[in-house]
């Protein structure tokens, strides 16, 4: 039979509708909330719903995972290499650069280390000298935390326009990359020439506030997993006309800890001067 209210079929010997509850004429009412309106029945479109959240979620974590690996274990040799000279391009941001090289250290162990920064060091003609006064005056600051990302920025200026014309690292990306073992010979004179500055380094009075820093950068050849030698293009732009240029350079990046890095003490450059 038809229900009378709703228009739902069912069998005839049922005494009220199982769609809205409505009574049989001649039978006793039924309560609603025994045979529940169609509408919060569970119909087949809300399997399909319930499918897509759970695809929804899963390729969400899906993504949180590859996130997560490649914040823990780097994004590989050339998006290393590449993202060590974008940084250091970028202003000479050696403090961005330097997480991706054997020399990620906590920068604000080195501000800690260091004393006040004296004026009167920085009184030359230099391009170091220039940026650090320019810094230290725009920051109004004899703290090497507020006045070293200024220094790099300025430094960085003065290296690049020291002719009058601004120049432009641009177009940055990998080349090739040349797979090596650890006992390459061209790799294993670079690994021994980067210990022994290190060494240099740790053994010197002028920079023994920075021992405990220079400890995070040791690189131990047993210790290396893999090396490639990466060759990264780029160019360099420049308001001067004809004076454009195309350069490539290459860096060893080792996998080292679970993660690659470019061997390259270079971002403790601009640190050592303001020790010295």
């Not at 399997?47 to 997560?68: Q, R, Y």
């Not at 920051?139 to 920025?153: G, I, N, R």
Request: hydrophobic content about 35%; proline content about 4%; glycine content about 6%.
């Amino acid at each position: 039979m038809f229900c009378s209210k709703c228009g739902f079929q069912f069998d005839d010997s049922l005494t009220a509708c199982p769609n809205c509850g409505a009574a049989v004429d001649g039978a006793p009412a039924v309560q609603q909330e025994a045979y529940p309106a169609q509408d919060t029945f569970v119909p087949a479109k809300s399997g399909n719903k319930s499918k897509l959240f759970l695809l929804i979620g899963g390729i969400a974590a899906l993504a949180l995972v590859l996130v997560l690996v490649f914040v823990l274990f780097g994004g590989g040799a050339e998006s290393t290499a590449e993202g060590y000279l974008s940084a250091r391009a970028d202003h000479f941001d050696m403090i961005d650069a330097a997480t991706y090289t054997t020399v990620d250290v906590d920068f604000d162990e080195i501000y800690e280390a260091a004393e006040p920064l004296d004026p009167d060091d920085f009184d030359g003609d230099s391009n170091r000298s220039k940026a650090m006064r320019k810094a230290m005056k725009e920051a109004d600051s004899t703290k090497l935390e507020d006045v070293f990302p200024l220094y790099l920025e300025y430094y960085f200026e003065e290296e690049m326009n020291e002719d009058g014309y601004e120049r432009e690292i641009t177009d940055i990306e990998v080349g090739s990359v040349e797979e090596i073992t650890v006992s390459n010979e061209e790799f294993e004179n670079h690994l021994k020439q980067y210990t022994k500055s290190l060494d240099e380094l740790k053994k010197s009075e002028e920079y023994k506030p920075l021992r405990k820093v220079f400890d995070q950068c040791e690189v131990k050849a047993g210790d290396i997993d893999k090396v490639q030698k990466v060759y990264v293009l780029y160019n360099i732009d420049t308001e001067e006309e004809g004076e454009d240029d195309a350069e490539s350079t290459s860096y060893y990046v080792i996998k080292h800890d679970g993660s690659w890095k470019v061997l390259t003490l270079e971002p403790l450059a601009p640190i050592l001067e303001v020790f010295e």
